[in-house]
């Protein structure tokens, strides 16, 4: 059977129901996280005016003048990335074999086409953030930190929302992502002519999968992202959302890991838009999006929570640290 769309849970059910409707809630979320690695939320606690203004800074900081954005340039290495992450620094296709094996034979690289500004915590001293100074964008930190506290608060409900539909002891999930390690990024995908589309080395982001617990995405209206469409592995299907705040979220790396598999991380690619992807000529237009790794705290394990391990399904990941795993992970981005 192909999958053509993904579920869509109203989380407001999970924070606001009774009893009855958060495990309603809770399951719908946990099944399509099973099944998907995907779910869409409505009623997630974000606003409308948030949303929006996400969209503002976006485009504020990509707009900035490529000299402005140096000063705080992200070198690559197993440092978490922080500042401005160039055109080329990230290339998520050699995060899967699969993508070298089906590209075009003798072309080289395959790139992504993309540009993204990452940020980690508050006053991270072991990783320092790098925010474009108050002369040269004025109130884009203390937008990125409100929002980095409240997409914070909306993770610790879906982890909430996961140890519901587990039936895991309540904080079992939450106490691992205190205090938090998480990372927000908001990202541009600059216009980019079909000509070059089609020598079939580059996109706007190759199929990977994301390393921390999961990952809360919004996405402008070109859309783009797409999830593998498990019943034709390596097949993908767009995501398209019925309303533009709606919060789309993937599982990834650390919860596959802490699950022992049971939940694993959802694949994901993004793709020229459908309805554009006959054109023979010409620019795909920009697209932004934005994104909040949730990151397990530190100097906690990422091998397999007790509860999911038995006889028949012995670990299958080993006892490493949430930050060795990120830096492992990281080093291989570039
Ligand atoms: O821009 C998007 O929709 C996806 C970005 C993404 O997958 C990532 O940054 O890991
Ligand atoms: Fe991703």
Not at 92 to 113: F, I, Q, R
Not at 179 to 184: D, K
Not at 295 to 305: D, F, L, M, Q, T
Not at 311 to 330: C, D, F, H, S, V
């Amino acid at each position: 059977m192909t999958v053509t769309q993904l579920p869509l849970v109203d989380f407001g059910l999970f924070l606001h129901g009774n009893e009855d409707q958060r495990e309603q809630a809770a399951k719908q979320l946990v099944e399509s996280f099973v099944n998907h690695g995907f779910v869409r939320l409505k009623n997630h606690g974000i606003s409308r005016d948030f949303v929006k203004q996400i969209w503002h800074w976006d485009r504020a900081f990509f707009q900035l003048p490529d000299e402005v954005k140096m000063k705080i340039v992200h070198h690559p290495g197993s440092n978490l990335q922080r500042g401005w992450c160039r055109k080329g620094t990230e290339t998520t296709s050699k995060l899967h074999k699969e993508n070298a094996e089906n590209s075009p034979k003798g072309k080289g690289e395959l790139l992504d086409e993309k540009e993204h500004f990452d940020c980690g915590p508050r006053g991270d001293s072991e990783f320092p953030n790098k925010f474009p100074s108050e002369g040269d964008l004025p109130g884009f930190k203390a937008f990125i930190e409100q929002y980095f506290d409240i997409a914070q608060e909306v993770s610790r409900h879906i982890m909430r929302a996961c140890e519901v539909g587990f039936g895991m002891p309540r904080n079992s999930l939450v106490e691992r992502c205190i205090p938090s390690a998480s990372e927000l990024r908001m990202l541009h995908y600059p216009p980019v002519s079909v000509e070059r589309l089609q020598t079939g080395t580059i996109k706007r982001a190759w199929p990977h999968t994301d390393f921390g617990i999961i990952t809360l995405l919004f996405q402008d209206s070109l859309g783009g992202l797409e999830f593998e469409d498990r019943n034709k592995p390596f097949t993908f299907v767009p995501i398209i959302s019925s309303d533009e705040n709606e919060l789309i979220v993937n599982t990834s790396q650390t919860f596959q890991r802490w699950t022992n598999g049971v939940v694993k991380a959802g694949l994901h690619q993004v793709n020229v838009p459908p309805e554009l992807r006959t054109a023979k000529e010409g620019y795909i237009p920009a697209r932004y999006s934005s994104v909040f790794f949730l990151k397990a705290h530190r100097e906690v394990s990422v091998g397999p929570i007790d509860q999911f391990v038995t006889e028949e399904r012995p670990p299958m990941y080993p006892n490493i640290t949430a930050l060795q795993y990120q830096q492992e992970m990281t080093e291989i981005l570039y």
